[in-house]
């Protein structure tokens, strides 16, 4: 049964459409302050697609973070009291308050660390805001961490090219199922 590939295929058309850089901006910007899907998901395939506009995907992706980012400091800087009953009642609530830690003994680095890794970023921005962070330590870690991410993301998809997207097809349905497998005994071993 071939599920993935067809997914893949439809991913890679999605990735070669003229107005793919609009929705991989506005992913980006809504990721850093309230969405939960990460824009690698659509920078990878675009930068795999169309190598040579690589680098202009990863800036893109950075900025529109970067601005996303000061969004979620604003909501948390002005809008948290609303936001908290929410928030505690979410998935979130164990991770913001290790994010508030974080700030505590770390501040610049743990941004830009967030930014960097795949801990939830959106939840740094609006600690980082409920603590008014100093804003330009918030946006120059958010620039460096967002940014290193993203420009390794882009530039190993585009190193990789057609050459990566013709061998990662072949391999996809093997990968997905094997991605399916591992989740199950994951899922089944965690909640024993």
């Known amino acids: ?5 067809p997914l893949y295929d439809k991913c890679m058309a999605w990735a070669r459409h003229r107005h793919a850089w609009g929705y991989l901006a506005g992913l980006s910007f809504a990721e850093s302050s309230f969405f939960p899907i990460p824009p690698d998901v659509m920078l990878a395939p675009m930068s ?5 506009r690589a680098m202009r995907f990863a800036s893109l992706t950075t900025v529109a973070s970067v601005i ?5 400091y604003l909501i948390g800087y002005y809008f948290f009291e609303l936001l908290q009953p929410w928030l ?10 290790h994010a508030r830690e974080w700030f505590d003994a770390w501040g ?13 970023y959106k ?4 600690a980082a805001g409920t603590l008014a962070m100093n804003l330009p330590l918030f946006v120059a870690g958010s620039c460096i961490g967002r940014g290193g991410r993203f420009f390794l993301v882009a530039g190993l998809m585009a ?5 990566m997207e013709t061998r990662l097809r072949t391999y996809v349905e093997r990968l997905g199922w ?8 994951a899922f089944i071993y965690f909640n024993r």
């Open 159 to 163: 190193w990789g090219g057609e050459r």
């Open 68 to 72: 996303g980012g000061l969004f979620g």
């Open 108 to 120: 610049f680095w743990a941004i830009l660390v967030a930014g960097f890794s795949p801990i939830p």
């Open 48 to 52: 795999m697609a169309q190598p040579e």
């Open 123 to 126: 939840v740094f921005t609006i």
């Open 1 to 5: 049964m071939q599920l993935f590939t």
């Open 88 to 97: 505690q009642a979410s998935a979130y609530w164990e991770k913001y308050l």
């Open 178 to 185: 094997l991605v399916v497998i591992i989740a199950i005994v």
